[in-house]
């Protein structure tokens, strides 16, 4: 077998660098028991890709989380993620001798001496201010600089992240004093130094809101945010205020008659994360009505909430459409309501009650959030009668053998139990199913989501 050509192996190589950590690991499994020269220098490559990441990871500890844009969508300081790839080759080729030192101080499960570390960080930010070209060829200078200065705060950050978790929580007077102590180090260094100390804590903060809870602890105000919306350091508060109005926007603009189910899940993610924002956010500050950013606060809240709760006043009557029921005679002049069986499980009345439906599912945490629970409880309470109805007659018409198309019935049966599951009624979905089941001769299936 021959050999890989040069070209191959280029092109491979830059697959590797831009594939994600979990498939690079599970490549290296599959490519153990794989023979041939090839497959070998691929395992060799993937091998030495694995290690390459975990000590860049260590040597720039904090400033990893700079080359990602954040998981909640928040706008924060980030660097285009090739930037990454280049610098640690640069800072590698640069300085093997440091890189040799770290490696062998992990031997037998040993820890790197973090000034080691440092140096290589250090080293990055020379190499970013001298040769951005060389990092990547689309690096202006511009972007470099503040990049090179973020490397140039690395031995303080890295010193800083240990105690993170108790500075976003509740600090005692030690940890507390130690974090004004490191921000008024930092200012030391350059007069927009802490602002980018402050941006290297967010990125590595899951939670976009606790950031405020640090920026009080370093101003000493306490969380009161018409000190914080005055100060220089308002644009952290501006940034969370920007995600909600964002979210507040599109829901606005949602409709289920004119939205697929899919285009409902988003909006309902986006309502689910903007809602455990907004906590947050009450949590780490003392909004008031009368200041810039808690009257702000409390107008967002009340219009998301008007949005919810009439998006929710929907949903029984958009269920009704995509389950029709009709009058039938039983003797004489008497009549009950029944489903009409032959009843379409597809079409746009079906995709606006899935789409309203998913609002509803998807809305329970965010209903707490926003004061309508109790609104939304109500109309689960009311879709679960209705829907719980609607099933019995469909089960005792199978049972019955009426109907002239079991699998349209079985269908509908289905859209009921799953719009059941929406309403919080888990336990009356499972019990449609297994009756369902019993009807048809099958086996009960797993609870599938509404598609």
């Avoid at 980018?196 to 945010?225: C, D, H, K, Q, T």
């Avoid at 006043?313 to 029921?325: E, F, I, Q, S, W």
């Avoid at 379409?344 to 209903?367: F, H, K, N, W």
Wanted: net charge negative.
């Amino acid at each position: 077998m021959t050999e890989l050509s040069v070209a191959s192996r280029n092109a491979i190589s830059a697959m590797l660098e831009a594939a994600p950590d979990s498939a690079l690991a599970k490549l290296s499994v599959a490519l153990r028991s794989t023979p041939g020269a090839k497959a070998d220098w691929i395992r060799r490559r993937t091998v030495g890709e694995i290690n390459a990441r975990r000590m860049r990871a260590m040597a720039f500890g904090p400033l990893i989380a700079l080359f990602r844009k954040r998981a909640d969508g928040v706008r924060g300081l980030s660097f285009p993620a090739p930037i990454l790839s280049g610098l640690w080759k640069t800072v590698s080729a640069r300085q093997p001798l440091l890189l040799k030192q770290a490696e062998d101080m992990t031997v037998g499960g040993g820890e790197i001496d973090p000034r080691l570390l440092d140096q290589l960080c250090l080293s990055a930010a020379a190499i970013l201010r001298d040769e951005p070209a060389v990092v990547w060829p689309g690096l202006d200078a511009r972007t470099a600089e503040n990049l090179a200065s973020c490397f140039d705060l690395a031995p303080m950050a890295r010193a800083a992240m240990p105690m993170l978790d108790l500075w976003t929580g509740r600090p005692d007077a030690d940890s507390a004093a130690s974090l004004r102590l490191m921000m008024r180090d930092t200012s030391r260094i350059s007069e927009d130094a802490a602002p980018r100390m402050l941006e290297i804590l967010f990125a590595n903060i899951r939670e976009a809101p606790l950031i405020l809870r640090v920026i009080s602890r370093v101003s000493g105000v306490g969380g009161e945010e018409r000190f914080l919306a005055e100060s220089e350091l308002a644009d952290f508060g501006e940034r969370l205020f920007e995600q909600v109005e964002e979210t507040a926007d599109a829901l606005d603009q949602f409709h289920p008659a004119r939205s697929e189910p899919e285009a409902a899940r988003d909006i309902a993610g986006r309502l689910a994360a903007a809602s455990e924002l907004m906590a947050q956010m009450e949590l780490s500050l003392a909004f008031t009505h009368e200041g810039a950013w808690g009257g702000r606060f409390h107008v967002l809240k009340q219009r998301i909430g008007r949005a919810l709760e009439n998006l929710m006043g929907l949903c029984p009557r958009m269920v009704d459409k995509a389950l029709p029921m009709e009058r039938v005679r039983i003797h004489g002049a008497m009549s009950r309501m029944a489903p009409v069986m032959d009843a379409r499980t597809d079409g746009p009345l079906v995709e606006q009650a899935r789409a309203a439906m998913v609002m509803l599912g998807a809305s329970r945490s965010a209903a707490s959030v926003l004061g309508c629970a109790g609104q939304r409880a109500q109309v689960c309470e009311t879709l679960e009668k209705r829907l719980s109805q609607y099933g019995d007659e469909l089960i005792e018409a199978l049972n019955a053998g009426e109907g002239s198309d079991e699998n349209q019935m079985t269908a509908l049966t289905e859209l009921c139990a799953g719009f059941l599951e929406q309403a919080d009624a888990e336990l009356p979905a499972r019990t449609l199913r297994r009756r369902l089941a019993a009807a048809t001769g099958a086996t009960a299936a797993p609870s599938p989501q509404i598609a």
